[in-house]
């Protein structure tokens, strides 16, 4: 099946600070999302992006897809920024819907 | 507002015991899943299902059993065939025509 990556596994910001996330797949994809998991664990889904770039707010992502990655920005971080960022795809040949996650980024801002 | 209700928050189980874990949607989706959570660890699908009274397997479904007989229900029972249930469980939705998901909150299953 199709693998994802996510780096980096762990990053810790000082609030203001910006950064990058990157999530890398093995195979052509026609789905892609991220996700943000909040300390309580719940997932709210913060862009679908199968190509090319999109922006919400200090959010911003985008993806290349015949590059076979895609990056999340965070600019100007806030403590409530923090919990684990997910990156999840499904490959061109699935018929299911069903998307793979990667292991996750847990971004930790200090105030 | 509409959305998805996992039930219970928390939930404790003794060995060799069955638990079912519910899951409900308001919103009218078609597809629904179940994920499971260990910690430091993505998300794996344990089971789906596409519409009523069809699910299909996951990569982990040993020890897990679902059903589907209401659009808006899709309760998970993990069996005491499931040897390590400790686990966070994430029930989400997807309408047919669309893409985006809907999770649940979650239930932290712990085994006692």
Not at chain 1, 35 to 49: A, D, E, V
Request: hydrophobic share 30%.
């Amino acid at each position: 099946g199709i693998q994802v990556e996510q780096s980096p596994p762990d990053l810790i910001l000082q609030e203001g600070a910006n950064s990058t996330l990157r999530c890398n797949f093995s195979d052509s994809v026609n789905n892609l999302q991220w996700f943000h998991q909040n300390p309580w664990g719940q997932l709210i889904n913060l862009f679908y992006i199968p190509s090319g770039t999109k922006q919400n707010g200090r959010l911003s992502a985008t993806t290349v897809a015949t590059e076979r990655y895609s990056l999340l920005y965070i600019s100007s971080s806030q403590t409530t920024d923090s919990g684990v960022y997910f990156c999840a795809v499904r490959d061109s040949g699935a018929g299911s819907y069903q998307l793979t996650f990667g292991k996750g980024t847990k971004l930790s801002v200090i105030p | 507002d509409g959305g998805i209700t996992q039930s219970p928050k928390y939930l404790f189980r003794k060995e060799g015991q069955n638990v079912t874990l519910s899951c409900e949607q308001n919103l009218n989706h078609d597809a629904m899943y179940w994920y499971r959570q260990d910690p430091g660890q993505g998300l794996r699908l344990i089971y789906y299902s596409q519409i009523v009274n069809d699910f299909q397997k996951g990569d982990i479904a040993e020890g897990y059993s679902v059903s589907r007989e209401k659009k808006e229900s899709f309760p998970l029972t993990v069996t005491s065939a499931q040897k390590n249930p400790t686990a966070f469980y994430l029930c989400a939705s997807r309408h047919s025509q669309g893409y985006g998901y809907t999770f649940g909150s979650g239930t932290r299953l712990t085994v006692v």
